[in-house]
C-alpha cells in the first residue's frame, strides 16, 4: 500500500539553528515521485522540490537541501540557517505511475516554528 | 502569471443543504485535481480529470460528493446534504500536462467549507 509516514508532528528551534524534517514512504512501484510542500499559515501549498524514483542525488537549493536514499524509503528535508520565515506546516507527499493517475498521497506533515 | 485560483475562498452552510465550490486552474494545464484537508491532517485525494472526463473519482468519499469539468478548464465540486462531518478545507491542483509522469501539482488557496 502507498503510505508516507512524518514521524514528527511538530518540531521548534532558534532562528539559526539547522533543522531536518524526515518523511518514509512505502510503494510497490519501482516508478514514483516524490514531493515536498510548504504550508504557511496562510494556507496555500507551495511546491519546493520534485524527486523521480531513478534520481538519488541529493539537492540544494539554497537554505535547502533534500537526501533521498531508496535503501531507507526515506526523502528528507533540511533547512540550514533556519529563519523566522520558514515557519510552516511541511508535507512529504508521494506520487504513483502505475494507474495514469497522479494523484498524491500526503503525510500528515511537520509543523516547524522557529523562534527568533 | 494567473496562479490556480478557488472561490469562495470560505462557505459557511447549513447542514443538509447543496454546495458548489469552483475551481480556475492555471490557464493551459489539462491536469485538474481535487483534494480535502482535514484540520491537522494531510491533504486527501478525492478526483482528477483529464481534459473534461473525470480519469480517476477514487477519492469521493460518496455519492453525495460530484465534481464537473465541462469545458476542461473551469471545475466545480458539487456536495449534496452536506454534513457536519465535510467541513474542511477543499484543494484544488493544476498540472500542465497528463497523468504518468509525475509532473508537479500546483495548488490553488482553498475554500473552508464550514457546515454548521
Known amino acids: 500500500a502507498q503510505k508516507v509516514t512524518q514521524a514528527q508532528t511538530e518540531i521548534s528551534v532558534v532562528e539559526k539553528e539547522d533543522v531536518t524534517l524526515d518523511c518514509v514512504y512505502e510503494?510497490?512501484?519501482?516508478?514514483?515521485?516524490l514531493f515536498w510542500y510548504k504550508q504557511p499559515p496562510s494556507g496555500e501549498l507551495v511546491f519546493l522540490i520534485r524527486r523521480n524514483s531513478f534520481d538519488e542525488q541529493n539537492e540544494i537549493s539554497g537554505r535547502y537541501s533534500w537526501n533521498f536514499q531508496k535503501s531507507t524509503s526515506s526523502f528528507n528535508f533540511t533547512i540550514t540557517a533556519s529563519q523566522v520565515v520558514d515557519s510552516a506546516v511541511y508535507f512529504c507527499?508521494?506520487?504513483?505511475?502505475?494507474?495514469?493517475?497522479?494523484?498524491?498521497?500526503f503525510g500528515t506533515g511537520t509543523r516547524l516554528q522557529v523562534f527568533p | 502569471g494567473a496562479g490556480v485560483s478557488q472561490t469562495p475562498s470560505n462557505k459557511v452552510t447549513e447542514k443538509g443543504k447543496y454546495v458548489e465550490l469552483r475551481c480556475d486552474p492555471i490557464s493551459g494545464h489539462t491536469a485538474l485535481y481535487w483534494y480535502r484537508q482535514s484540520l491537522g491532517q494531510g491533504p486527501e485525494f478525492l478526483i482528477y480529470f483529464q481534459g473534461t472526463g473525470a480519469a480517476d473519482d477514487s477519492g469521493l468519499p460518496n455519492d453525495r460528493f460530484f465534481a464537473v469539468r465541462p469545458e476542461g478548464s473551469v471545475s466545480t465540486l458539487k456536495i449534496q446534504r452536506t454534513e457536519r462531518g465535510d467541513s474542511a478545507v477543499y484543494l484544488c491542483?493544476?498540472?500542465?500536462?497528463?497523468?504518468?509522469?509525475?509532473?508537479?501539482?500546483?495548488f490553488g488557496p482553498g475554500t473552508r467549507l464550514t457546515v454548521l
Open positions: 510503494t510497490r512501484d519501482t516508478t514514483y515521485y
Open positions: 491542483a493544476s498540472s500542465p500536462i497528463l497523468a504518468g509522469g509525475g509532473d508537479t501539482q500546483y
Open positions: 507527499a508521494l506520487s504513483e505511475t502505475r494507474y495514469n493517475t497522479d494523484k498524491l498521497i
